[in-house]
């Protein structure tokens, strides 16, 4: 078992930059690739980012790419998603999803991912 915990949303204007955090704890997190993936009000789940368990390779959303970036820490097992040039478009609750992945590889779909944290919220004004 995993447990995640986000912090770092909040309130911000268009245009500025947050940090978001996931600390994980419970079994092992070495071999978990790590997710991003936000909701917005009405609309499904989206893909956000991802990170390999070595952290040697990550992969964007296109309405992202440029302007957030994943990084890990293992020895602290925590993940950052930093966030920067905010659109109101990106106003959504941000969950980070752990996916076991002895291969190194990871995934673009929220139903491969074994682990959730519950959230935090964004809100981008304009």
């Known amino acids: 078992q995993v447990q995640l915990v986000e912090s770092g949303g909040g309130l911000v204007q268009a245009g500025g930059s947050l940090r978001l955090s996931c600390a994980a704890s419970?079994?092992?997190?070495?071999?978990?690739?790590m997710g991003w993936f936000r909701q917005a009000p009405g609309k499904e789940r989206e893909f956000v980012g991802a990170?390999?368990?070595?952290?040697?390779?990550?992969y964007y959303a296109d309405s992202v790419k440029g302007r957030f970036t994943i990084s890990r820490n293992s020895a602290k097992n925590t993940v950052s998603l930093q966030m920067n040039s905010l659109k109101p478009e990106d106003t959504a609750v941000y969950y980070c999803?752990?996916?076991?992945?002895?291969?190194?590889?990871?995934?673009?779909?929220?139903?491969?991912?074994?682990?959730w944290g519950q959230g935090t919220q964004v809100t981008v004004s304009s």
């Open positions: 990170i390999n368990w070595s952290g040697g390779r990550t």
């Open positions: 999803a752990a996916d076991h992945r002895p291969d190194n590889s990871y995934s673009l779909y929220d139903q491969e991912y074994d682990y």
């Open positions: 419970g079994r092992t997190f070495s071999r978990y690739a």
